[in-house]
């Protein structure tokens, strides 16, 4: 056994020792956020820059009026007929040219838009709302409401407060948008881990394998220890890059939010105040996200990530140990990881359409408990909380398949790492598999 | 005293058998040839030793034990496809084999050391051993193999990669190991090498021993009666009690005949070749390791 922990040293210190280990460690954490807050930035200067597009319109019922709610249109007025706005709107560097038929206000049709170029799907819904709004301000006046009714009506908002009972009768109140964002966070990060450091196993043992190291080496060690060693070394590199990233991310963000600390609640508060929000329902989401992550039971979400993490590692990293000890190239290894890939491809979809959606449905129970999918699918429920049997299933479930998928691989390594030059395929692979000691 | 016995090993793959009833002996201290053409099943029977693949049927003894992991440290093994970690040092490499092979950090480090010193790379320890060139890296290969002072030890090819020079420091290095109480396992088809080294060969030809003992009684086995004389002038006539194999002239007056005796002794014949010609040497001829190779293999047809 020490000599499992002799190759698990090597491996690790190989990997960590690296310089790109250094740089991806630290600058990934850097990299990507940076690019997230550029994006964002640009974004909002050119929407802060941009100047409201300028829409001509005709409208022969006359009852739109051309001060506009929203400030991302210019309306103007043309007067006379739409075949003349048309020949004019064709020599104009303007947005679009608005068609307003006569309209009967219980069914308004008829409408069109000629632009240039097409507009977004944003665009258009925006421009609907706009009139949508201005044909309901026309209807009400029609219907003799008055204007303070009508602001009464408009400013109607509420927001339920979702709280958990638990049996012992705990309650804890739930942020859906929280707990998505945990499940989709969790999800893509093992997903990413498997991928990653599952093909650096494989390219580990290909190299071996190509470089006939592995011959000194076997004849030291028994196959088994030797994979395993690599794969449990391989683990800890990864365990120790996320926990730096974790760390990372924790420090840079909180600076990042103190600094920006000071405008956002600000910029909040003016905006609902002049929607005249009432006073009690300030920040009130704000406060809803925090207390939600406050509740979160973090060791409940955290042990379990951790579990699938390295459960799902454990699973397929034995596979892909076996896929390198069967090939001499990486080329030659795509026609085996495909069929590796697509359980995680179907968990990592399924994430996505069903499982954050539904995470108490059948097919999202179901795919957190089959040990190939479970890994990713369960992240997808942790935060909605989940029933402790299901927990327990899965988790054996992951343990056997582990120790299953283990077994299968370390059967095709110990004659695969020592063939050389051979056409492998799953036959070949199933010979190896039966092939006695 | 034996060093390594092994008794009836059989080793089948699907479509061919590897070794069909190998036994051999090695006796210590020995310089053991293990010769054979490609493919005869060497590396199957290196393999097993190693304990890297498991034999069908047979045992194997080291010394008087039954082969088995804790041996790992007692023997030292050289592929004849060398391999080591490109992207590794190399003294980070040879403390990783050192430690696989039992030795503790602190021994590790020291036998290196040694090593490295003695064969004279002491100034690539930390070089990585992709940017070494190919006899460098199969001096460290050699260290691998022998920093551990194993018992036994495997040499699969061993010259291979070596100029002359560093060819020559290594066997000074084996004929060292072997003073030193350890028992050399020499895989090659090399036959010089085997002539300068080896005290005993064994011959292994599709799968099957089919020679084994010391070189000496080996090349008794395959004496012929053939001699060699060096003679002035043609033989008056053709000598009664031998054969003439060949003649070559050699030199400017003296010719080199071999003879095969028909009848008599070498001294009938020597006697007799007097009243031919003028002798001036008169030598038996006994049979090298080539020659005995390559009859070996060759009387049976490949199929």
Same mark, same amino acid.
């Given at each position: 056994m020490d000599k499992v922990w002799i190759i698990v040293r090597r491996e690790f210190l190989n990997r960590v020792q690296k310089k790109s280990f250094l740089i991806a460690t630290i600058l990934l954490p850097l990299i990507f956020p940076s690019i997230i807050a550029l994006l964002v930035y640009f974004s909002q200067e050119q929407k802060k820059n941009a100047l409201p597009q300028v829409i001509h319109y005709v409208d022969e019922g006359d009852f739109i009026d051309p001060k506009p709610l929203s400030d991302d249109f210019d309306l103007r007025k043309f007067d006379g007929g739409i075949d003349d706005a048309k020949k004019a709107f064709s020599h104009s560097n303007d947005f679009g040219l608005l068609y307003i038929p006569p309209l009967k206000l219980s069914d308004p049709k008829g409408i069109q838009l000629f632009t240039k170029q097409s507009p977004s799907p944003s665009v258009l819904s925006k421009l609907e709302s706009e009139i949508e709004t201005q044909i309901r301000s026309a209807k009400l006046l029609v219907y003799d409401i008055p204007q303070h009714i009508l602001d009464s009506l408009n400013s109607t908002s509420t927001k339920i407060e979702s709280i958990k009972v638990s049996e012992s009768g705990r309650e804890e109140s739930n942020n859906a948008d929280v707990l998505f964002g945990i499940g989709m966070t969790g999800g893509i990060l093992i997903y990413i881990f498997i991928f990653m450091y599952g093909s650096q196993i494989m390219q580990g043992v290909i190299e071996e394998k190509t470089s006939k190291v592995v011959e000194i080496i076997i004849s030291t060690v028994r196959p088994f220890q030797l994979m395993m060693g690599k794969i449990i070394g391989l683990a800890a590199v990864g365990l120790l890059q996320f926990s730096i990233w974790i760390v990372l991310i924790t420090v840079l963000s909180s600076v990042v939010l103190n600094y920006f600390?000071?405008?956002?609640?600000?910029?909040?508060?003016?905006?609902?105040?002049?929607?005249?929000?009432?006073?009690?329902?300030?920040?009130?989401?704000?406060?809803?996200?925090?207390?939600?992550?406050?509740?979160?039971?973090?060791?409940?979400?955290?042990?379990?990530?951790?579990?699938?993490?390295?459960?799902?590692?454990?699973?397929?990293?034995?596979?892909?140990?076996?896929?390198?000890?069967?090939?001499?190239?990486? +080329?030659?290894?795509?026609?085996?990881?495909?069929?590796?890939?697509?359980?995680?491809?179907?968990?990592?979809?399924?994430?996505?359409?069903?499982?954050?959606?539904?995470?108490?449905?059948?097919?999202?129970?179901?795919?957190?408990?089959?040990?190939?999918?479970?890994?990713?699918?369960?992240?997808?429920?942790?935060?909605?909380?989940?029933?402790?049997?299901?927990?327990?299933?899965?988790?054996?479930c992951l343990v056997i398949g582990f120790t299953f998928t283990t077994w299968i691989a370390a059967r095709i390594y110990r004659i695969g790492i020592l063939m050389h030059g051979s056409k492998v395929n799953y036959r070949v692979l199933a010979k190896w598999f039966m092939m006695k000691a | 005293m034996?060093?390594?016995?092994?008794?009836?090993?059989?080793?089948?793959?699907?479509?061919?058998?590897?070794?069909?009833?190998?036994?051999?002996?090695?006796?210590?201290?020995?310089?053991?040839?293990?010769?054979?053409?490609?493919?005869?099943?060497?590396?199957?029977?290196?393999?097993?030793?190693?304990?890297?693949?498991?034999?069908?049927?047979?045992?194997?003894?080291?010394?008087?034990?039954?082969?088995?992991?804790?041996?790992?440290?007692?023997?030292?093994?050289?592929?004849?496809?060398?391999?080591?970690?490109?992207?590794?040092?190399?003294?980070?490499?040879?403390?990783?084999?050192?430690?696989?092979?039992?030795?503790?950090?602190?021994?590790?480090?020291?036998?290196?050391?040694?090593?490295?010193?003695?064969?004279?790379?002491k100034e690539w320890w930390g070089k990585k051993v992709e940017d070494l060139s190919k006899g460098m890296a199969q001096k460290v290969?050699?260290?691998?193999?022998?920093?551990?002072?194993?018992?036994?030890?495997?040499?699969?090819?061993?010259?291979?990669?070596?100029?002359?020079?560093? +060819?020559?420091?290594?066997?000074?290095?084996?004929?060292?190991?072997?003073?030193?109480?350890?028992?050399?396992?020499?895989?090659?088809?090399?036959?010089?090498?085997?002539?300068?080294?080896?005290?005993?060969?064994?011959?292994?030809?599709?799968?099957?021993?089919?020679?084994?003992?010391?070189?000496?009684?080996?090349?008794?086995?395959?004496?012929?009666?053939?001699?060699?004389?060096?003679?002035?002038?043609?033989?008056?006539?053709?000598?009664k009690h031998a054969l003439t194999v060949k003649t070559r002239q050699v030199g400017d007056e003296l010719l080199d005949t071999t003879l095969q005796i028909s009848e008599g002794s070498s001294n009938d014949l020597l006697a007799e070749l007097i009243e031919l010609t003028e002798v001036h040497r008169f030598e038996e001829q006994v049979p090298d390791m080539h020659e005995i190779f390559i009859q070996l293999v060759k009387e049976e047809p490949h199929g």
């Amino acid at each position: 056994m020490d000599k499992v922990w002799i190759i698990v040293r090597r491996e690790f210190l190989n990997r960590v020792q690296k310089k790109s280990f250094l740089i991806a460690t630290i600058l990934l954490p850097l990299i990507f956020p940076s690019i997230i807050a550029l994006l964002v930035y640009f974004s909002q200067e050119q929407k802060k820059n941009a100047l409201p597009q300028v829409i001509h319109y005709v409208d022969e019922g006359d009852f739109i009026d051309p001060k506009p709610l929203s400030d991302d249109f210019d309306l103007r007025k043309f007067d006379g007929g739409i075949d003349d706005a048309k020949k004019a709107f064709s020599h104009s560097n303007d947005f679009g040219l608005l068609y307003i038929p006569p309209l009967k206000l219980s069914d308004p049709k008829g409408i069109q838009l000629f632009t240039k170029q097409s507009p977004s799907p944003s665009v258009l819904s925006k421009l609907e709302s706009e009139i949508e709004t201005q044909i309901r301000s026309a209807k009400l006046l029609v219907y003799d409401i008055p204007q303070h009714i009508l602001d009464s009506l408009n400013s109607t908002s509420t927001k339920i407060e979702s709280i958990k009972v638990s049996e012992s009768g705990r309650e804890e109140s739930n942020n859906a948008d929280v707990l998505f964002g945990i499940g989709m966070t969790g999800g893509i990060l093992i997903y990413i881990f498997i991928f990653m450091y599952g093909s650096q196993i494989m390219q580990g043992v290909i190299e071996e394998k190509t470089s006939k190291v592995v011959e000194i080496i076997i004849s030291t060690v028994r196959p088994f220890q030797l994979m395993m060693g690599k794969i449990i070394g391989l683990a800890a590199v990864g365990l120790l890059q996320f926990s730096i990233w974790i760390v990372l991310i924790t420090v840079l963000s909180s600076v990042v939010l103190n600094y920006f600390g000071f405008e956002i609640p600000q910029k909040e508060l003016t905006e609902q105040t002049v929607n005249a929000i009432p006073a009690d329902q300030l920040n009130g989401p704000s406060i809803e996200i925090i207390r939600a992550l406050a509740e979160i039971n973090v060791v409940y979400v955290i042990g379990h990530f951790l579990f699938y993490f390295v459960g799902g590692y454990l699973l397929y990293g034995a596979l892909f140990a076996a896929v390198g000890s069967a090939v001499d190239s990486p +080329a030659e290894a795509q026609q085996f990881i495909f069929p590796i890939t697509i359980p995680m491809l179907i968990s990592y979809f399924a994430l996505f359409l069903f499982i954050l959606d539904d995470p108490y449905g059948p097919i999202s129970v179901w795919l957190s408990i089959i040990p190939f999918t479970s890994p990713i699918a369960m992240m997808g429920r942790v935060g909605f909380g989940v029933p402790l049997w299901q927990s327990i299933l899965s988790m054996v479930c992951l343990v056997i398949g582990f120790t299953f998928t283990t077994w299968i691989a370390a059967r095709i390594y110990r004659i695969g790492i020592l063939m050389h030059g051979s056409k492998v395929n799953y036959r070949v692979l199933a010979k190896w598999f039966m092939m006695k000691a | 005293m034996e060093a390594l016995t092994t008794k009836g090993i059989y080793k089948h793959y699907s479509n061919h058998t590897a070794l069909d009833d190998v036994s051999i002996s090695i006796p210590e201290q020995s310089i053991y040839g293990l010769l054979g053409p490609n493919g005869a099943g060497k590396t199957t029977l290196i393999r097993i030793i190693n304990q890297i693949i498991t034999a069908d049927q047979g045992e194997i003894f080291l010394g008087s034990e039954t082969l088995g992991p804790k041996h790992i440290g007692t023997i030292g093994y050289l592929p004849e496809e060398r391999g080591l970690y490109k992207k590794l040092k190399v003294g980070e490499q040879l403390v990783y084999f050192a430690q696989l092979r039992g030795l503790s950090k602190e021994e590790a480090f020291r036998q290196t050391g040694y090593w490295v010193d003695k064969l004279n790379i002491k100034e690539w320890w930390g070089k990585k051993v992709e940017d070494l060139s190919k006899g460098m890296a199969q001096k460290v290969q050699f260290i691998s193999t022998v920093m551990h002072k194993p018992k036994l030890i495997i040499l699969d090819e061993p010259f291979s990669g070596f100029d002359p020079v560093n +060819a020559n420091l290594i066997q000074n290095e084996i004929l060292e190991l072997r003073e030193c109480g350890s028992t050399i396992i020499f895989s090659t088809h090399r036959m010089e090498t085997v002539e300068q080294l080896c005290d005993h060969i064994a011959l292994i030809h599709k799968g099957k021993k089919i020679l084994e003992g010391s070189k000496k009684s080996v090349k008794q086995g395959f004496r012929n009666n053939t001699y060699s004389v060096i003679h002035r002038g043609q033989f008056t006539e053709k000598p009664k009690h031998a054969l003439t194999v060949k003649t070559r002239q050699v030199g400017d007056e003296l010719l080199d005949t071999t003879l095969q005796i028909s009848e008599g002794s070498s001294n009938d014949l020597l006697a007799e070749l007097i009243e031919l010609t003028e002798v001036h040497r008169f030598e038996e001829q006994v049979p090298d390791m080539h020659e005995i190779f390559i009859q070996l293999v060759k009387e049976e047809p490949h199929g």
